[in-house]
């Protein structure tokens, strides 16, 4: 059921960032590319279950898992980086729901989250030696159509990149 914009933003209204933190950063390049080999990216986003306390404190974790190949006769993994991010909000339990949190975490959270993991990725690949490489801005399809689901979300970036 669609939520009722007028109290997701009293919701909203009250919601306070507390702590993002980055608990899981790794990134490892098996083997750097030789020049003028054909790379490319798969990437997949993993959004766990929320963690809600007192009804008023609410901790998203999200893991981005990216991979390298290099594009021969079969693809050859030459990098992956993993990344963790925890965000955790307070928002007044006068207006607090199960069904506002999960909007709020499909509908804003979500952004937040995957702008902290392009930068990381950004930073990873050229901390590598390698071309930078900058998540595009990309569709999200999550498993579940609904905007007020609280269960784990796992979804596939849909584009493709290249380093």
């Known amino acids: 059921m669609p939520v009722d914009n007028t109290i997701y933003n009293r919701f909203i209204d009250s919601l306070k960032i507390e702590n993002i933190s980055i608990p899981t950063l790794n990134w490892c390049l098996y083997k750097k590319p030789t020049a003028g080999r054909k790379l490319f990216t798969e990437a997949k986003l993993n959004i766990l279950d929320p963690i809600i306390k007192k ?3 609410i901790t998203i974790l999200a893991e981005l898992e990216v ?6 006769p079969k693809k050859k993994k030459f990098m992956s980086i993993t990344i963790v991010v925890s965000l955790k909000v307070k928002v007044e339990q006068k207006v607090f ?3 506002l949190a999960g909007a709020y975490i499909n509908r804003n959270a979500i952004f937040t989250i995957i702008a902290i993991f392009r930068e ?3 930073n990873a690949t050229f901390q590598m030696g390698l071309p930078t490489l900058i998540l595009p801005a990309f569709k999200l399809n999550p498993t579940s159509k609904k905007d007020n689901n609280l269960k784990s979300n796992n979804a596939e970036l849909t584009k493709e990149s290249q380093l």
């Open 55 to 57: 009804n008023s404190e």
């Open 67 to 72: 991979l390298g190949f290099i594009e021969a």
């Open 120 to 122: 990381h990725v950004r």
């Open 97 to 99: 729901s199960q069904e």
